[in-house]
């Protein structure tokens, strides 16, 4: 039996020569026992690890790339088997290329969970390491200290993430598998244990603070907190401490959020109450009206879009239009003018219906959802289309514009518009560009959304697609002339 001693601190040059000495020897895995060195491990023990002379005659070993990132890996694994275990995946794959991908070998799943277990522990001292201030190096440069307790020998892996991540300032990170040291110039490892320093900072107390405001009791998954924050790190993190009260209290404040739910109003409506109040006073639509229709919509607070918007985006033209256009909403523009059609899309749609012969002051335009739904994004306000109940919601007002409105003409742009206007489900391209019977005094036509042109990213079918609106819209213009 060979016996072998190693370091075993992360190495893998160290564990690569002895492997590779023993394979050109041509000594099998069985015949090697791999130790971990410790205090008990004497120089007469370490003496039998020397290998004989090789067999010349011995092929070199080939291995994949794979191999070598794994077991790179996998020696920074606690576990003193793991020395053995990568011989003996070197052994194999000599008659096996291939070995690495059987997922059900048993050697495999060992070192990929080794690996695993590693790359788990070093992304935990990414994520726990709490650095406390011991000092100034400089007028501009200041020293600090860290204690982390990993499960691994990670502390050369996970090294340079610091460095690169507080080049600015000096630091020391102690653990009892060594240190890891940055000046400003050099990166110094060191594999001596360390004792846990006693240190606190005014940093210890901005954590707790900053920890508790940001607890959401009504979130609280314990399991899933445990797992991405195991009890094990909690004595080292000063914010630990509040995590006992914070669960035992969670049940308590989300009782008392629910309770204010119940009490508060949405914001929207505080500002509904102040926009009311600075309205000049003017006399009340007749009821019946599309002024009084578009006055009560103001204050629609049918669906939770409304909370977000800055008003209603009601339709607009004459109360006697023969044709009404509907679009899906408001975008960003409408949202805050109030008027529907006025940003990018109703400028295209102005464009293509005046080339088509249309007066767009003889049309009723309006949207099958009143309000703007979007998606905050820094500063901009991204469109998201809305949802079929909202969109049902909505159909209250769009049914009482054309009961007002009485338009024998009915343009859908989009599929939106068109599951507003139908109960039918069907896909918009197979009833594009054709004029469909409602009943015996209206007909509907569908076309596609301006916005949808102004998103195709691919000029020639852009063109193309633009070019069968500018048909739909002379289409329009033949059934305007026809019922006039």
């Known amino acids: 039996?060979?016996?072998?001693?190693?370091?075993?601190?992360?190495?893998?040059?160290?564990?690569?020569?002895?492997?590779?000495?023993?394979?050109?020897?041509?000594?099998?895995?069985?015949?090697?026992?791999?130790?971990?060195?410790?205090?008990?491990?004497?120089?007469?023990?370490?003496?039998?690890?020397?290998?004989?002379?090789?067999?010349?005659?011995?092929?070199?070993?080939?291995?994949?790339?794979?191999?070598?990132?794994?077991?790179?890996?996998?020696?920074?694994?606690?576990?003193?088997?793991?020395?053995?275990?990568?011989?003996?995946?070197?052994?194999?794959?000599?008659?096996?290329?291939?070995?690495?991908?059987?997922?059900?070998?048993?050697?495999?799943?060992?070192?990929?969970?080794?690996?695993?277990?590693?790359?788990?522990?070093?992304?935990?001292?990414?994520?726990?390491?709490?650095?406390?201030?011991?000092?100034?190096?400089?007028?501009?440069?200041?020293?600090?200290?860290?204690?982390?307790?990993?499960?691994?020998?990670?502390?050369?892996?996970?090294?340079?993430?610091?460095?690169?991540?507080?080049?600015?300032?000096?630091?020391?990170?102690?653990?009892?598998?060594?240190?890891?040291?940055?000046?400003?110039?050099?990166?110094?490892?060191?594999?001596?244990?360390?004792?846990?320093?006693?240190?606190?900072?005014?940093?210890d107390e901005l954590w707790r603070t900053y920890y508790a405001s940001i607890f959401n009791p009504a979130r609280l998954k314990l399991k899933a907190m445990q797992s991405e924050m195991p009890k094990k790190y909690w004595k080292n993190l000063p914010e630990a401490d509040l995590i006992p009260g914070l669960i035992a209290s969670a049940e308590s404040k989300v009782r008392a959020m629910a309770a204010r739910e119940a009490t508060q109003s949405l914001p929207f409506h505080d500002r509904l109450q102040e926009a009311a109040r600075n309205i000049p006073v003017v006399p009340e639509a007749p009821a019946g009206t599309l002024e009084a229709l578009r006055a009560d919509a103001a204050v629609c607070t049918r669906c939770p879009l409304h909370a977000t918007a800055t008003q209603t985006v009601f339709g607009e033209g004459p109360r006697d239009a023969e044709v009404m256009f509907v679009g899906e909403q408001p975008g960003d523009q409408e949202d805050i003018s109030g008027r529907p059609f006025v940003g990018p899309a109703g400028r295209l749609l102005d464009q293509v219906i005046a080339e088509a012969g249309i007066d767009r002051s003889r049309l009723y335009v309006t949207n099958a959802v009143k309000h703007f739904k979007y998606e905050p994004r820094g500063k901009r306000r991204i469109h998201q289309k809305p949802n079929m109940g909202e969109v049902k919601h909505c159909r209250w007002w769009l049914d009482l514009e054309m009961a007002l409105v009485k338009p024998k003409l009915i343009v859908a742009m989009g599929a939106t518009a068109l599951a507003a206007l139908t109960d039918a489900k069907q896909r918009l391209q197979d009833v594009r560009g054709k004029a469909i019977a409602i009943d015996d005094r209206r007909t509907l036509f569908v076309t596609v959304h301006p916005s949808y042109l102004l998103r195709i990213p691919d000029e020639r079918l852009k063109a193309e697609e633009l070019a069968r609106f500018r048909e739909d819209m002379a289409k329009i213009q033949r059934l305007m002339a026809a019922a006039g």
Not at 43 to 56: C, E, H, S, T, Y
Not at 104 to 120: F, G, H
């Open 1 to 203: 039996m060979r016996r072998v001693v190693l370091a075993g601190r992360g190495d893998l040059a160290e564990w690569r020569d002895a492997a590779r000495a023993f394979a050109a020897a041509g000594i099998s895995p069985e015949e090697i026992d791999w130790r971990e060195k410790d205090e008990e491990a004497d120089l007469a023990f370490q003496r039998d690890a020397m290998p004989p002379a090789p067999i010349m005659a011995r092929k070199p070993m080939m291995v994949p790339t794979a191999f070598i990132d794994l077991a790179e890996t996998v020696l920074c694994h606690s576990d003193p088997v793991r020395f053995s275990l990568l011989y003996r995946l070197l052994w194999r794959l000599q008659l096996d290329r291939q070995l690495l991908e059987v997922a059900s070998d048993e050697d495999v799943v060992r070192a990929r969970l080794m690996a695993k277990n590693v790359r788990r522990d070093a992304h935990k001292m990414t994520a726990f390491v709490r650095f406390k201030e011991v000092g100034a190096v400089s007028a501009d440069r200041r020293k600090f200290l860290a204690w982390f307790e990993p499960d691994h020998h990670i502390v050369r892996r996970t090294a340079p993430f610091f460095q690169r991540r507080f080049t600015d300032m000096d630091w020391l990170i102690a653990t009892p598998k060594g240190s890891a040291a940055w000046d400003g110039e050099r990166l110094m490892l060191n594999d001596a244990p360390c004792e846990k320093p006693n240190l606190t900072d005014a940093t």
